[in-house]
């Protein structure tokens, strides 16, 4: 966390506000979480630089700069990147791990508690082999039910899984892997290959249905994710699986069960219909 949704809806926020922006300084104060620089590179390199476009793949947000760089964020479990007017709470200025000053006053905080996101400057040569490694968005056309079904097919490894690996599918985290789920009736601990045709159209269709019902209601908070003006999203009240285990099912009133033996992750589900 945060996921597809959610960095989707700081994507957004940021093309919509930030697209034309000169950056006119850079500030980091935990160097921890930067990669492939330093700050003195990271410095040289950025100032003077104009956001050009503000996107995602898969669970990271992607500012590309005037000088053909790109500056890719990943949040991980905290991580947040706010706009600044000066109205912003100083709650969320405290964990600012680097701050962008822009030409027309505002400031651009990657704001993260826990410091377990990076913050990575690539040339496009070096985003070329990285994004290489990523499987096919879930809400591009591409991403049929062939697709779907390519990418369980012949594996023995749980499908919750194999739904969370960014190599075959990015984007999906561990709260829409079980959103996703619930939805297909499908148990999350079963093997990949045995997921059936029907199931597999019925899982396609609650992954696409459950990251755009989300991306609707700008993400999942519960503690720490806000989008880039600091507020929370709404889609916590729409959840049918993620943390609510021990409550009654949406769907069969069943209890639902929360385990973490399926891949070390948390896991909810229905077992009187998810099969």
């Not at 009133?253 to 948390?266: N, P």
Request: charged fraction near 25%.
């Amino acid at each position: 966390m945060p996921e597809l949704p959610e960095t989707e809806t700081i994507a957004r926020d940021l093309q919509r506000e930030l697209t034309g922006a000169t950056i006119a300084g850079v500030t980091v104060a935990h160097a921890d979480v930067l990669r492939e620089t330093s700050p003195i590179k990271l410095r040289r390199s950025v100032t003077g630089a104009t956001i050009t476009r503000c996107w995602r793949r898969a669970k990271l947000v992607v500012l590309d700069l005037s000088t053909g760089d790109r500056l890719v964020v990943q949040p991980r479990f905290t991580g947040a990147l706010l706009i600044d007017t000066g109205s912003l709470p100083d709650r969320e200025r405290a964990y600012a791990t680097l701050t962008l000053r822009l030409a027309d006053g505002r400031d651009l905080h990657y704001r993260d508690i826990r410091r377990l996101g990076t913050v990575t400057l690539m040339t496009p040569a070096r985003w070329r082999r990285y994004e290489s490694t990523l499987g096919m968005e879930p809400l591009d056309p591409a991403f049929t039910v062939t697709h779907l079904s390519g990418a369980l097919r012949g594996s023995s490894q749980a499908v919750k899984k194999l739904l969370m690996d960014q190599r075959r599918i990015a984007g999906l985290g561990n709260i829409y892997a079980n959103e996703a789920l619930w939805r297909a009736e499908i148990d999350p601990s079963r093997a990949g290959r045995s997921i059936r045709a029907q199931e597999i159209e019925r899982l396609h269709a609650g992954i696409v249905d459950v990251l755009r019902a989300s991306i609707n209601a700008r993400g999942t908070s519960f503690r720490d994710y806000r989008d880039a003006s600091g507020n929370r999203g709404g889609f916590a009240e729409h959840l049918d699986a993620y943390g609510r285990g021990g409550e009654p099912c949406h769907r069969c009133g069943g209890r639902l069960v929360a385990t973490d033996a399926i891949d070390g992750r948390a896991t909810v589900l229905c077992p009187r219909c998810q099969r």
